[in-house]
């Protein structure tokens, strides 16, 4: 780099690292937040839902802030810098958006990790609201539910009185919500090594001016994506009395869907693949 | 073209003059009004509101320190259409652009761009320089939390007086025997729809 674009990268390095620290302590403070919505409503998955919600549009809008200065105000200087050789515009762009997606994944970590703990909390409270016995409504006589995760009717041993038994907030909360808490937890670094991934290869593609993605490539793509989805829906299976044939129906719909998205309008892989 | 381009980057250093003057002088300035803040608004042709109004809207909004965000929205109102009058009357910009010169042409479209944002960005800017956090908690993230924590109370069935009950049992209306099988709303005591009104679905 000559003089003047060193001056110019320090300038970029110094805007993305006061961004990045803004990132850090809003990251602390959205810790320390959502856990005590968890410790106030320990029942209740909807507020640490909302809180995470609003958390996400609070850090979209620093992304996006870092992005639109990026591209108003600090692009065309890299431009005006460039020179014969080129690179220095596209290293900032990377730059930029290796900060980005660090931010984004450091976030996407800490959030799925805070709604996996939430269910971790929540589970000793289901257990004990599992544990309490339920009556007839009619005879008052004790009833044996097979199960206590689920809605069940129960004929009364006394009465022959037909009940339905509900399961508690507590416990339907935690088995409607964590195994995809879980599953997330379990799958969330292959995402993250996807997204890289995905990163990189269209650097490659742009050193070499932009050709097709291989077919070898888009074949590593899906073998990663159903990597993904093996690690969430072995994860939520287990939590969720899966059969294996359901098990595998669910990860057999989920990369059906990435290649319907992704894939199947590629030409060129579908001939490869003689569709 | 270096001197369209020279021009267009010129106009662009004198936006930015502006706003920091306005900004400058909207922070030191009180939500009552200063001379120096009133002087700046004379400088963009704007009067000051009445004095009265301003300290309404003051205690409307809780705020102690710096001019008026309105009145500082307005000004960047008019900076934007004194930027975007500097670049319409810009000589040869637009026969520049169209002999296809994309530096020029980038240059002046993102300038361009910004205008149609600025006031919205640089009120927001200025707001959260002067306007006092929001209750609940200190840090930018405490208006979210206090949200959540007030909607958390809400209870959409508290009037309904609704008890959580863990079983139910469906009786007949006709003679208030418990329902024996699931699924089957024939009462098996009395042989009437234990509802007490048969919808006629076929079985």
Known sequence: MNSNQQQLW??????????????????????????????????????????????DRRFDQLRRKMDDTWSDQIMDMFVDAETGSGGFVDRGIDYVRDAEHDMECAWARL??????????????????????????TNCGMELQPPVRHQSVNVTCPGCNAANQVFPHKAVYSYYGGAPHAFGEEAAIEQRVMIEKWRIQVDRDRRAQDWPDESIQSLDKWLEMEREYWNLYGQMKARLSSETPEQQQAFIDSRVKQFVEIHLANNQQWRRAKGL | MVDVYSAVVGIEERLDQHLRYVREAAVASHPHGTPEWDYCLGCYRLMPPP?????????????????????????????????????????????????????VDHKARVLKNRLVTLVDVEGQKYDRVVKPPAAGGGGSLGGIFANVNRTAQLDPWAHLNVEEVQSVTLSCVFCGAPQQVPEDFECAFCGQFIFGEDPGYDT
């Open chain 1, 111 to 136: 959030k799925i990790k805070l709604q996996a703990d939430y269910y971790r909390n929540l589970w000793p409270i289901a257990v004990e609201e599992m544990k309490k016995p339920v009556s007839c």
């Open chain 2, 51 to 103: 004095q009265q109004n301003r300290i309404a809207r003051a205690k409307e909004l809780g705020q102690t320190r710096g001019a008026l965000p309105e009145e500082v929205r307005s000004v960047f109102y008019v900076i934007t259409l004194i930027t975007d009058g500097a670049l319409q009357r810009l000589p040869g910009l637009g026969d520049v652009i169209n002999q296809g010169h994309a530096q």
């Open chain 1, 10 to 55: 320090q300038r970029l390095e110094g805007f993305v690292a006061k961004i990045k620290q803004r990132h850090g302590e809003l990251m602390q403070e959205a810790e320390a937040g959502c856990r005590q919505v968890m410790v106030d409503n320990p029942t209740d998955p909807i507020p640490l839902g909302n809180a995470v919600s609003a958390i």
